[in-house]
């Protein structure tokens, strides 16, 4: 019985410790770091373009992937059917991703975009 005791209460004062250190983590300070992007727009679009030798911007934006910052560029390439998607992170200017996109799909992501926009109106 004092066993079951002594284990008990051990194991609520385990609990109870990594509860306080979770706690005493400051979760804002890495999320404030994250709001706001260290390149601008322009520099990790001359990025993009680098890596697409010969494409033209279609479009880009600012956002989250996988919980940083992205900007995330399509870009189409003269003869070349569909798009080349670059992902570039905003913290460093690192190239994340390169795919590339056939004129379908392309389509049918813009008309959800454009689907969500209307239904968050």
Known sequence: MKLKRTLLIA???????TAGSLFAADPAAPAAEA?????????????ALD???GGTLSAEELGRSA?????????????????EIVSVLASD???????HK??????????????LAANHD
Do not use: N
């Open 51 to 53: 890596k697409v030798s």
């Open 93 to 99: 200017g690192t190239v994340v991703s390169m795919t």
């Open 11 to 17: 194991c609520i004062t385990g609990s109870l410790v």
């Open 35 to 47: 709001k706001s992007p260290v390149i601008g727009m322009a520099e990790a679009r001359a990025i």
């Open 67 to 83: 919980g940083k910052l992205t900007y995330v560029f399509d870009i189409r390439i003269p003869g070349k059917k569909g798009l």
């Open 102 to 115: 056939t004129e379908w799909a392309a389509r049918r992501d813009a008309q959800a975009k454009r689907r």
